[in-house]
């Protein structure tokens, strides 16, 4: 059986801030943590007030690992010049779970499409590069529906597969849920389900 790939790479915290100059204009690159899509404008809006005189704060950010979901946002620079290769940034050095802010401030000079696809490319390489990136395990839980007599045979396997319990109810009908890592899920599964008198259940 093929061994399903459970691992990504995110930040834990946002990355210093870089700063990037070109023909005077400043180029100011972070790398942000997010966990879902409104966590992006109130990024963006407090970059915004922090920087009143920037002309742009362009962004990408991508969520999700196995079917992973992305945009990129050019803020008025020309189509494609800046949020995509700033998305490009984030494949490039295989990260999800992130978005990379770069707000411009002009320095009178134009760049040209170019040069701005290069600019916001070298900032968000140059924010990855200062960023702490960490591995995650991605993981499945299930839910173990038992009666007290059998506590002891599904502490047994815990215990021998090294199994992270999250909750517990013990009354005189248990229920424990259960953290697998996801290469070792269908196995796990498998081995709860053919207890007798265990209801084994995936919890979303």
């Not at 979901?69 to 620079?77: F, L, Q």
């Not at 295989?94 to 401030?105: E, H, P, Y």
Request: hydrophobic share 35%.
């Amino acid at each position: 059986m093929e061994k399903k790939e459970d691992v990504y790479r995110t930040v834990d915290q946002p990355s210093p801030e870089i700063l990037y100059k070109d023909k005077k204009s400043k180029f100011y690159a972070i790398v942000h943590p997010i966990a879902t899509e409104e966590d992006v404008k109130p990024i963006v809006d407090g970059l915004r007030k922090k920087y009143h005189t920037a002309n742009h704060v362009c962004y990408a950010w991508q969520l999700g690992t196995s079917d992973p979901s992305y945009r990129a946002n050019d803020d008025g620079e020309p189509n494609n010049s800046a949020g995509m290769p700033i998305y490009g940034q984030i494949q490039s050095f295989d990260v999800t779970n992130v978005l990379i802010t770069v707000t411009r401030i002009f320095g009178g000079t134009k760049l040209g499409v170019g040069g701005l696809i290069q600019a916001y490319k070298t900032a968000a390489q140059m924010a990855l590069e200062n960023a702490k990136i960490a591995t995650k395990i991605i993981k499945s839980q299930f839910r173990l529906k038992f009666e007290y007599p059998e506590m002891d045979k599904v502490m047994r396997i815990i215990k021998q597969k090294n199994l992270n319990v999250v909750s517990q109810k013990m009354e005189l009908d248990c229920e424990l849920i259960i953290s697998v890592r996801l290469s070792e899920s269908e196995e796990i599964f498998q081995i709860f389900d053919e207890m007798q008198h265990v209801k084994t259940t995936l919890v979303d």
